[in-house]
């Protein structure tokens, strides 16, 4: 780290050679490849704290946190001891365990929805299996979403979906089917009268939503728009699914229905769920969740569901996000976030901040973004130089403007002083 040191990246360089041989893009997740911001990607060495080292023995400060995982931090010492303990006991056996009844109850105790819970390996299979789900429960087959949000790369749900999708321009994809599409209908976040007219039109099995929305870039509800979607929702005799597979355990103990006291029917957990391991899950009301097999006759499974590992992660993670924690969090959020936003003023930069506890973008727009189109409508050419500049001066962000900014625990004060300093240099430079 440190202001204006240009990184080399000659072992970078050559390793996504090697990998663009090898691998579609040289990468295994798009938004890793740093394509929007006109970059090649850095082979990440090993983490430290909130710190990441790369192949070159660059040391930078990260906001990415694998994207949200880890809100203790890399290789945080409690989490690593659990996960070594459960590895040296087996690190499978596709049979119950002690630990899983353990994250069960810790996901049901602090998440008001969840009555019963079901875990996934990743995200993706969690919405998935939420959605059909709904669709059972309800006899219904389409599912309503956000433009901008993003479930994981579940077929029916990439239209105009956020992240890497976003990132990489590409509005839905090939090999999705028609029937798939059309079974998804798409409304733009905080649009009241969209949501309205969607549900009488289509009377969908559910409304889909992150809660507070984090795959644009982070975009909050206005006011009473969640209360809305629950009253609306129950009115049309539809689910309301809660994706807080980023807000889980971030925005507050419970997420962002917690914080915001609207209970969903179904919520999609993951991310800091696995500490840093592949875990997922789904939870909500007790009928709805004996549906599921072999409690019910919906159908879902996993070889490595419920994997000790993960299970050790996940709770030794949980354990740690404690009243003093979330306080942390908040102000730690908040510094960053009003931070950016007055150095973008005070170098002239056409910029507005979004924040809340444990989630923080700088949007490259004048006017405050409430939906997709205002995220699209940003200075992408802006953000992309801001990002380059301040990898060069240390400071791993997120390489899109569709991605928000993972505060942790483990991120000091002099994290975000240093953070702050090299964005007023490369503000500066870009106004
Ligand atoms: C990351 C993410 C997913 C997908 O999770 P994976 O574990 O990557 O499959 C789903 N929903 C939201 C809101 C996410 O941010």
Not at 152 to 159: E, F, N, Q, R, S
Not at 287 to 294: G, H, I, N, Q, T
Not at 315 to 332: F, G
Not at 346 to 366: H, I, M, P
């Amino acid at each position: 780290m440190g202001s204006g040191a240009r990184l080399t990246a000659s072992r970078s360089a050559e390793l996504y050679q090697r990998a663009l041989e090898l691998m579609p893009g040289g990468v295994n997740s798009p938004v890793r490849a740093m394509r929007a911001i006109g970059r090649d990607p850095i082979f990440v060495a090993r983490g430290d704290g909130a710190e990441l080292v790369d192949v070159d023995g660059n040391r930078y400060v990260d906001w990415v946190m694998s994207w949200g995982p880890l809100i203790a931090g890399h290789a945080q010492p409690d989490v690593v001891t659990t996960v070594t303990a459960a590895a040296r006991a087996g690190t499978s056996f596709g049979a119950p365990t002690r630990a899983e009844v353990d994250l069960a109850a810790e996901v049901v105790q602090r998440v008001p929805g969840a009555e019963m819970v079901r875990m996934t390996s990743s995200g993706t299979e969690a919405s998935m299996s939420a959605i059909r789900l709904a669709r059972a429960a309800t006899g219904r087959d389409r599912v309503l979403k956000f433009a901008g949000a993003y479930h994981g790369h579940v077929d029916g749900l990439l239209a105009d979906g956020g992240s890497g999708l976003a990132t990489q321009g590409i509005p839905a994809s090939p090999g999705v089917t028609a029937a798939q599409a059309a079974d998804t209908i798409v409304v733009a976040w905080n649009d009241r009268a969209g949501v309205e007219r969607a549900l009488g039109e289509h009377e969908p099995a559910a409304v889909l939503c992150e809660p507070y929305p984090a795959n644009m870039g982070l975009v909050l509800p206005d006011e009473g728009f969640l209360r809305f979607l629950r009253e609306a929702t129950t009115a049309a005799g539809a689910l309301l699914v809660f994706d807080e597979v980023i807000t889980g355990f971030r925005v507050a103990a419970g997420g962002a229905q917690d914080r915001e006291r609207v209970m969903p029917d179904l919520t999609i957990l993951g991310k800091v769920i696995g500490g840093g391991l592949p875990a997922a899950a789904y939870a909500g009301r007790r009928d709805l969740m004996e549906r599921v097999a072999p409690a019910g006759d919906v159908y879902q499974a996993g070889t490595l569901s419920g994997n000790p590992l993960a299970t050790a992660a996940g709770l030794a993670t949980l354990r740690l996000l404690d009243a003093a924690a979330y306080e942390r969090l908040e102000v730690l959020s908040r510094s960053l976030g009003q931070g950016l936003a007055e150095a973008a003023r005070g170098a002239g930069v056409e910029a507005s901040g979004a924040w809340t506890t444990g989630l923080v973008t700088l949007f490259f727009s004048r006017a405050p973004v409430r939906s997709y189109a205002d995220a699209r409508a940003c200075d992408l050419d802006a953000h992309a130089a801001f990002c380059r500049g301040m990898l060069d001066r240390g400071v791993y962000m997120p390489p899109s403007q569709f991605e928000a900014w993972f505060p942790s625990l483990v991120h000091s004060d002099a994290h975000v002083d240093l953070t702050l300093e090299a964005a007023r240099d490369v503000l500066g430079e870009l106004a």
